[in-house]
């Protein structure tokens, strides 16, 4: 018998579509689908397409694009549980509205324009980008589940989707090797895995000659290990967070698909796959938040495929991972999330391990160190949302989806971040163009870093942390800050050969501190050092950052011409300043601040976060920014605050700390 060409029941199995367990999960997708059968699809216009070139708006086009994906996929799921005549036309209408638009490359990355100057898709000449990848991997999937649906209720169907799979991804992934995801002229990054876990995903469905399948599959098989050859030894991912989804879980579901070919990973991919999927839940402070950097969201806004996660786990035996992954089995989403596409939807339903899994709590580690990236995170109480988490960012700042943002400090309260990185805006024409370090929430005075001498972080892979260092305060040290005994946890070597992960929880009841030096990160004339050093004392739950910096003699005897005095304040461009990016409703006080944010949807907490400092060092004002953003909004609501304590003198040298720690009573429920 001739095996499956993709790892999941098609519509012929009535025992796996009729049962019970599947039944249940899509009730409310097959309420959705029914309702929504016989009005009109999502319309891609070619008014919506060129509004990129024209206005740089990409939203309104991709949405249209979004909604007839989710359409159809709750169609093709829909005509599995029952594939009556009605569920299948519907299937059908939205297999040939994709077959049929002019392209299937999102308008942001089509080379249309810049290659012939057009404000239309060019169909001689398809590009294959991450929304080429996302149809043909719908058609292949719809292909293989639906098949003999498709043959007796709409002969025909079949053919199309394999001439335009051909034309649009199979043929211009060979063709072309050119393609710059892969690597060429440029670094690796989550569109490769992306795009050829798709294109696997099509060419198993989809390719009917044998040579060319397994060629393409051997194809395939070497990006995807040049993409786990790219991460560095400890599975840190500079984009963060969210882009570890759209990355290295796409990587993860790409192997397994090469696992169902008979291509497995080698030892050294298996190790940096043991190293990268401890990185999700190390980045968790508790609830649906989690340490954010770059173009990352610090919320969820989707369920996200844990049974992925699950499965490698226990394959590599992280119990760690496994039971964070578990930790979303008793939520909505656990065994279906009816926003995720067809492929990641039918291969939560059909993992039977996973809908046998029961719900497990997260770990919440303590302490956790990834020296490649130079991220660092701590919490009071491990295993716990209670207390404080604290993470501190070193790197560069040219990474992948970079902002500007080394030495950067995150702060939660009880699971909520309340000193907050403001994450991924709305992408537009000018989010990767040469205007992205105009955008407030990229720049570095947007960030929770100071402004030294009026002069910001620059971009750049050169303008780097040095001296990054994670310490542990010995027993009987004194304040974490200034800790007498330390044991390393961690430090920054190159991604080529960076330490594993580090995970120290035998250390968390004592003090945590992180050191780095932002000197580099300055375009700052005779700036040598900034060190920034962030201590969590868990006993006392108080985190606390302090700046020391020194200057050249030549620069500060400058810097002493421009300082302020009473009669003869500096320039306000010139100012050295420190600023904080608070969430929810913020009050400010002489020489402090109280932050409290009550998400929506959350209990309100009795305990907001109070933020002091020396108030004769700096002036401090607040700057409320509303958003106008819809997933900035969606994240943080209608405005984050900006905290901006101006230093009253420029010294040669000095130190400025600010130190962080609930107030009140009743922290929230663990997370």
Known sequence: MTAAPLPAPDVTDRSFWASGPVTGALAPTLAAADAERGTPWPQTLASQYARFFRDGDRTVHEGHVAARHARLTRAT?????????????EVVDGVLLLCEQSTWCWAAHDDTFDRFGRVTPTVTEPYLD??????????????????????????????????????????????????????????IMNWSPWIQGNVLAANLALEEDPD???????????????YWASLPADGGVDEGYHYWWQGAARALEAQDLLGYAGIEPSPEALDRIRATVAFPHSMHLGGDWYVNVADGAARSLATWPWNVVHAWARRVGDDAAARHAASYRGLPGGLLDDRASLPRAVRMLSDAAWADTPAAASPL??????????????????????????????????????HVDVGSVIVALDGVPLVVDAGKPTYRAGTFGPDRYDLWVVRGDWHNVPRVRGVEQAPGEQFAARDFEVSAAVAGAGDAGKAGGERRLGRPLKSDNATRPTFDEASAAQGWRARLDLAGAYPVEGLEHWWR?????????VVSVEDSWSFSAASAMAAADRSATADNPAPADSSTAWHWLLAGDVTLAPGGATVRFTPDGAPASARALALTWDAEAAD????????????????????????????????????????????????????
């Not at 799921?77 to 036309?89: C, I, K, T």
């Not at 090797?177 to 002229?185: A, F, M, P, T």
């Not at 050093?533 to 739950?541: F, I, K, Q, S």
């Open 620 to 671: 401090a004002e607040l700057e409320v920014r509303e958003l106008d953003d819809p997933e900035l909004a969606a994240v943080w609501g209608e405005h984050l605050t900006r905290l901006r304590l101006t230093a009253r003198t420029e010294a040669p040298s000095g130190t400025f700390r600010v130190t962080m720690g609930p107030t009140g009573s009743g922290p929230q429920e663990d997370a």
């Open 365 to 402: 580690v303590g302490r956790a160190v990834f020296p490649s990236t130079g991220i660092a995170v701590a919490r009071t109480t491990p295993g716990s949302a209670r207390g404080l988490a604290v993470s501190v960012k070193g790197g560069h700042n040219g990474e992948n989806h970079n």
């Open 130 to 187: 991450l929304g080429a990848g996302e149809v043909a991997a719908q058609l292949a999937w719809i292909d293989h589940l639906l098949g003999p649906a498709l043959d007796d209720r709409a002969p025909g169907v079949r053919w199309r989707i394999r001439l335009e799979a051909q034309a649009r991804v199979l043929r211009p992934f060979t063709e072309r090797r050119d393609w710059w995801w892969l690597g060429v002229d440029h670094p």
């Open 77 to 89: 799921l829909a005509a599995l549980l029952d594939p009556r005549p009605d569920r299948v036309d």
């Open 533 to 541: 050093e962030v201590a969590l004392d868990p006993g006392a739950e």
């Open 212 to 226: 060319r399948r397994r060629a393409v599959s051997a194809l395939v098989a070497e990006g995807i290990a040049a």
